[in-house]
Protein backbone atom coordinates (compact mmCIF):
# COMPACT_ATOMS: atom_id res chain seq x y z
CA UNK A 1 0.00 0.00 0.00
CA UNK A 2 1.23 3.57 -0.44
CA UNK A 3 -1.00 6.46 0.00
CA UNK A 4 -0.91 10.20 -0.79
CA UNK A 5 -1.54 12.32 2.11
CA UNK A 6 -2.05 15.93 0.43
CA UNK A 7 -0.75 18.80 2.43
CA UNK A 8 -4.44 20.67 2.35
CA UNK A 9 -5.85 17.93 3.59
CA UNK A 10 -3.72 17.78 7.07
CA UNK A 11 -5.12 19.06 10.36
CA UNK A 12 -4.36 22.68 10.94
CA UNK A 13 -3.95 25.14 13.41
CA UNK A 14 -3.01 28.90 13.21
CA UNK A 15 -2.13 30.76 16.43
CA UNK A 16 -0.76 33.57 14.65
CA UNK A 17 2.61 32.88 15.99
CA UNK A 18 2.46 29.19 14.90
CA UNK A 19 0.85 28.01 11.81
CA UNK A 20 0.72 23.73 11.98
CA UNK A 21 -0.64 21.11 9.90
CA UNK A 22 -0.86 17.80 11.24
CA UNK A 23 0.00 14.55 9.24
CA UNK A 24 -1.76 12.63 12.02
CA UNK A 25 -4.09 12.96 15.16
CA UNK A 26 -2.71 16.29 17.18
CA UNK A 27 -4.39 18.90 19.57
CA UNK A 28 -7.51 19.75 18.28
CA UNK A 29 -7.06 17.57 15.14
CA UNK A 30 -8.83 13.99 15.84
CA UNK A 31 -8.64 11.38 12.73
CA UNK A 32 -8.90 7.87 14.05
CA UNK A 33 -7.46 6.70 10.68
CA UNK A 34 -4.47 8.68 11.29
CA UNK A 35 -3.55 8.21 15.10
CA UNK A 36 0.17 6.31 13.91
CA UNK A 37 1.89 4.95 11.54
CA UNK A 38 3.81 1.77 12.47
CA UNK A 39 5.71 3.53 15.57
CA UNK A 40 5.32 7.22 14.27
CA UNK A 41 2.66 8.53 16.31
CA UNK A 42 3.31 12.51 15.40
CA UNK A 43 4.01 14.31 12.23
CA UNK A 44 3.40 18.03 12.15
CA UNK A 45 4.80 20.97 9.72
CA UNK A 46 5.46 23.86 12.24
CA UNK A 47 5.51 27.96 10.91
CA UNK A 48 7.00 29.66 13.79
CA UNK A 49 7.18 33.53 13.70
CA UNK A 50 10.67 35.52 14.03
CA UNK A 51 11.06 36.30 17.86
CA UNK A 52 8.52 33.47 19.43
CA UNK A 53 8.21 30.10 20.18
CA UNK A 54 7.11 27.39 22.37
CA UNK A 55 7.35 28.43 26.24
CA UNK A 56 8.44 25.56 28.91
CA UNK A 57 6.27 22.40 28.83
CA UNK A 58 6.54 18.85 29.54
CA UNK A 59 6.82 15.84 27.99
CA UNK A 60 7.34 11.98 28.83
CA UNK A 61 8.05 8.74 27.37
CA UNK A 62 8.62 9.94 23.33
CA UNK A 63 11.50 10.45 20.99
CA UNK A 64 11.00 13.78 19.57
CA UNK A 65 13.05 14.69 16.59
CA UNK A 66 13.41 17.76 15.24
CA UNK A 67 14.10 18.45 11.15
CA UNK A 68 14.61 21.97 10.51
CA UNK A 69 13.20 22.92 6.65
CA UNK A 70 14.45 26.55 6.66
CA UNK A 71 15.53 29.08 9.83
CA UNK A 72 16.70 27.72 12.99
CA UNK A 73 15.30 26.35 16.33
CA UNK A 74 16.50 27.29 19.53
CA UNK A 75 16.35 24.42 22.54
CA UNK A 76 16.62 25.15 26.14
CA UNK A 77 15.32 22.35 28.78
CA UNK A 78 15.90 22.07 32.44
CA UNK A 79 19.03 19.57 32.27
CA UNK A 80 21.13 22.62 31.28
CA UNK A 81 21.18 21.58 27.79
CA UNK A 82 20.94 24.79 25.34
CA UNK A 83 21.46 24.45 21.56
CA UNK A 84 20.58 26.13 17.89
CA UNK A 85 19.61 23.52 14.94
CA UNK A 86 19.60 25.30 11.61
CA UNK A 87 18.03 24.20 8.39
CA UNK A 88 18.72 20.63 7.12
CA UNK A 89 19.56 19.55 10.73
CA UNK A 90 18.12 17.96 13.77
CA UNK A 91 17.84 17.80 17.29
CA UNK A 92 16.65 14.62 19.24
CA UNK A 93 14.82 14.73 22.46
CA UNK A 94 14.53 11.41 24.39
CA UNK A 95 11.50 12.76 26.84
CA UNK A 96 12.02 9.69 28.88
CA UNK A 97 11.48 9.95 32.91
CA UNK A 98 10.40 13.34 31.88
CA UNK A 99 11.95 16.91 30.74
CA UNK A 100 10.43 20.30 30.55
CA UNK A 101 12.12 22.27 27.96
CA UNK A 102 11.59 25.50 25.49
CA UNK A 103 11.44 26.14 21.68
CA UNK A 104 12.13 29.43 20.14
CA UNK A 105 12.48 30.90 16.79
CA UNK A 106 15.65 33.73 18.11
CA UNK A 107 16.08 33.82 14.00
CA UNK A 108 14.68 37.58 12.26
CA UNK A 109 12.64 35.40 9.75
CA UNK A 110 10.24 32.48 9.78
CA UNK A 111 11.35 29.30 10.77
CA UNK A 112 10.12 25.89 9.13
CA UNK A 113 10.54 22.99 10.49
CA UNK A 114 9.01 19.01 10.83
CA UNK A 115 8.30 17.61 14.45
CA UNK A 116 8.42 14.08 14.66
CA UNK A 117 7.50 11.82 17.70
CA UNK A 118 8.43 7.97 17.61
CA UNK A 119 6.32 6.00 20.61
CA UNK A 120 9.96 4.26 22.07
CA UNK A 121 10.80 0.72 22.78
CA UNK A 122 11.66 1.73 26.72
CA UNK A 123 9.81 3.51 29.38
CA UNK A 124 11.49 5.73 31.62
CA UNK A 125 14.93 6.28 30.22
CA UNK A 126 16.68 9.23 30.92
CA UNK A 127 15.34 12.14 29.43
CA UNK A 128 18.42 14.21 26.67
CA UNK A 129 19.20 16.33 24.19
CA UNK A 130 21.40 15.81 21.19
CA UNK A 131 21.73 17.59 18.25
CA UNK A 132 24.74 17.03 15.88
CA UNK A 133 25.66 18.90 12.55
CA UNK A 134 25.48 16.39 9.37
CA UNK A 135 27.37 17.19 6.51
CA UNK A 136 24.84 18.24 4.03
CA UNK A 137 26.34 17.37 1.03
CA UNK A 138 26.67 13.62 2.47
CA UNK A 139 22.98 13.15 1.46
CA UNK A 140 23.10 13.96 -2.38
CA UNK A 141 21.32 11.29 -3.63
CA UNK A 142 21.10 9.15 -1.12
CA UNK A 143 19.09 8.75 2.08
CA UNK A 144 21.27 9.14 5.31
CA UNK A 145 19.96 7.87 8.93
CA UNK A 146 20.08 11.04 10.81
CA UNK A 147 18.23 9.27 13.89
CA UNK A 148 18.27 5.54 14.61
CA UNK A 149 17.26 2.74 17.18
CA UNK A 150 19.28 0.58 15.11
CA UNK A 151 22.82 1.60 15.40
CA UNK A 152 23.48 2.69 12.53
CA UNK A 153 26.94 4.95 12.37
CA UNK A 154 27.12 8.22 12.83
CA UNK A 155 22.86 8.78 13.70
CA UNK A 156 21.94 9.88 16.97
CA UNK A 157 20.29 7.49 18.88
CA UNK A 158 16.87 6.58 19.45
CA UNK A 159 14.90 4.38 21.80
CA UNK A 160 12.47 3.40 19.16
CA UNK A 161 12.63 0.59 16.84
CA UNK A 162 13.40 2.21 14.02
CA UNK A 163 15.18 5.30 11.76
CA UNK A 164 14.63 8.82 10.44
CA UNK A 165 16.50 9.34 6.91
CA UNK A 166 17.09 12.36 4.90
CA UNK A 167 18.58 13.51 1.38
CA UNK A 168 18.58 15.85 -1.40
CA UNK A 169 17.98 14.42 -5.16
CA UNK A 170 18.39 16.26 -8.27
CA UNK A 171 16.06 15.99 -10.72
CA UNK A 172 15.55 13.27 -13.13
CA UNK A 173 17.49 11.09 -10.67
CA UNK A 174 16.10 8.77 -7.94
CA UNK A 175 16.80 6.99 -5.15
CA UNK A 176 15.69 2.96 -3.86
CA UNK A 177 15.09 2.30 -0.73
CA UNK A 178 14.55 -1.49 0.64
CA UNK A 179 11.99 -1.38 3.42
CA UNK A 180 10.54 -4.93 3.68
CA UNK A 181 6.90 -4.34 3.98
CA UNK A 182 7.46 -2.08 7.31
CA UNK A 183 5.88 0.87 8.02
CA UNK A 184 7.14 4.35 6.09
CA UNK A 185 6.36 8.05 5.85
CA UNK A 186 7.78 10.05 3.95
CA UNK A 187 7.38 14.05 3.04
CA UNK A 188 9.26 15.86 0.36
CA UNK A 189 10.77 18.83 2.94
CA UNK A 190 10.83 20.40 -0.69
CA UNK A 191 10.33 19.42 -4.58
CA UNK A 192 8.03 17.39 -5.86
CA UNK A 193 8.24 13.83 -6.19
CA UNK A 194 6.80 10.13 -7.47
CA UNK A 195 6.85 7.59 -4.99
CA UNK A 196 6.76 3.46 -6.77
CA UNK A 197 5.86 0.76 -4.94
CA UNK A 198 7.52 -2.63 -5.57
CA UNK A 199 3.42 -3.66 -6.40
CA UNK A 200 3.66 -1.44 -9.21
CA UNK A 201 1.74 1.83 -6.85
CA UNK A 202 2.63 5.09 -7.98
CA UNK A 203 1.94 8.42 -6.63
CA UNK A 204 2.91 12.00 -7.07
CA UNK A 205 3.87 14.37 -3.88
CA UNK A 206 4.27 18.02 -3.90
CA UNK A 207 6.32 19.45 -1.15
CA UNK A 208 4.46 18.76 2.73
CA UNK A 209 2.22 16.02 0.87
CA UNK A 210 2.79 12.80 3.28
CA UNK A 211 2.84 9.52 1.40
CA UNK A 212 2.21 6.69 4.02
CA UNK A 213 3.89 3.24 3.09
CA UNK A 214 3.35 0.16 3.94
CA UNK A 215 4.11 -3.99 3.27
CA UNK A 216 6.22 -2.53 0.30
CA UNK A 217 9.49 -4.80 -0.30
CA UNK A 218 11.16 -1.64 -1.65
CA UNK A 219 10.36 2.00 -2.84
CA UNK A 220 11.79 4.04 -5.97
CA UNK A 221 11.73 7.88 -5.22
CA UNK A 222 12.00 9.62 -8.34
CA UNK A 223 12.65 13.58 -8.12
CA UNK A 224 10.53 15.19 -10.59
CA UNK A 225 12.11 18.42 -9.31
CA UNK A 226 15.35 19.22 -6.86
CA UNK A 227 13.51 17.56 -3.77
CA UNK A 228 14.82 17.69 -0.11
CA UNK A 229 13.10 14.08 1.46
CA UNK A 230 12.37 13.04 4.96
CA UNK A 231 11.85 9.56 5.52
CA UNK A 232 10.77 7.61 8.68
CA UNK A 233 10.69 4.05 8.60
CA UNK A 234 9.61 2.05 12.03
CA UNK A 235 8.59 -1.33 13.03
CA UNK A 236 5.04 -2.50 13.59
CA UNK A 237 3.58 -1.76 16.73
CA UNK A 238 2.18 -4.95 18.82
Same mark, same amino acid.
Given at each position: ??????F?K??????????A?????F *??Y?N?D??HWG *?????????????SG?P?H???DME????VI???????D?L?N??R?E???I #???SA?NG??? *??????Q???E?????????????????E??QF???A?????????????D?GA???? *????L?????K??????Q? =???K?TY???????????GS??K?????????V???D #?DE?EI????DAE?? =??????L?
Amino acid at each position: MIELRPFDKLGKSDHGWLKANFHFSF *ADYRNQDRVHWG *ALRVWNNDRIAPQSGFPPHPHRDMEIVTYVIKGAITHKDHLGNEGRTEAGQI #QVMSAGNGIQH *AEYNMEQAETELFQIWIIPNKQGVPARWETVQFPADARDGRLVPLASGRGDDGAIPLY *ADGSLMAGTVKAGQSIRQT =LNGKPTYLVPAKGKIEVRGSDGKVVTANARDGVAVVD #QDEIEIVALEDAEIV =LVETDRLN
